[in-house]
């Protein structure tokens, strides 16, 4: 069979019919991926072997909240998108957040008071995947905005950096507090 690149840069088997990786080489990567991962929740920085990002198709959700937890005190914090505030300060016929937010105080012309509020006040320990999107993960995370429990969606990727997606009113209805 061919090899391509794959996970941590190792030579693996694919199908040459489409492409993909054989269902023997994803249990391969699983079956790896989850002994390191076990090795590191032992032995914390001094396992021997190292896991892997997780890939879709191959890992399952367990592995990819296993991954969360281990590697969430190295996420860079995330950098801050104007873009974004703007988009979420600004009415919309559908899934308009601006009035839920502008309730609450937050205000076009101080979008990163609402930035840095999201990041202060998202709890990395509720932090747990979502889904996958385009070879990187989605992760959703409890956030207080002044008193109100809110849903945060972020996306992971690969080098640790944290990218803020969107934020969802109503997280009493999301989470337990």
């Known amino acids: 069979m061919p090899l391509k690149r794959g996970g941590g840069n190792h030579m693996q088997l694919y199908d040459s019919r489409n ?8 249990q391969n990567m699983r079956s790896y991926d989850n002994s390191a991962m076990s090795s590191y929740e032992w032995y914390g920085q001094n396992a021997l072997r190292k896991f892997h990002f997780p890939v879709q198709g191959v ?3 367990e592995y990819c909240n296993r991954f969360i937890r281990a590697v969430v005190d190295d996420i860079d914090e995330p950098a801050y998108d104007h873009n974004k505030m703007n988009y979420l300060l600004t009415f ?3 899934n308009d957040k601006s009035k839920f937010l502008k309730c609450l105080g937050y205000s ?5 008071e609402l930035f840095y509020d999201i990041c202060i006040y998202t709890k990395r320990d509720s932090i747990c995947f979502s889904r996958f999107s385009c070879g990187e993960m989605l992760v959703e ?3 207080i ?5 809110v849903k945060t969606i972020w996306r992971l990727e690969k080098n640790l950096k944290i990218c803020f997606v969107t934020l969802i009113p109503g997280g009493d209805k999301l989470w337990k507090k």
Do not use: C, I, Q, S
């Open 59 to 61: 890992h399952e959700k």
């Open 141 to 143: 995370a409890k956030t």
């Open 145 to 149: 905005l002044k008193g109100h429990l």
């Open 108 to 112: 076009e012309y101080r979008p990163h």
């Open 19 to 26: 492409g993909e990786y054989t269902d023997r080489e994803k």
């Open 92 to 94: 919309r016929e559908k």
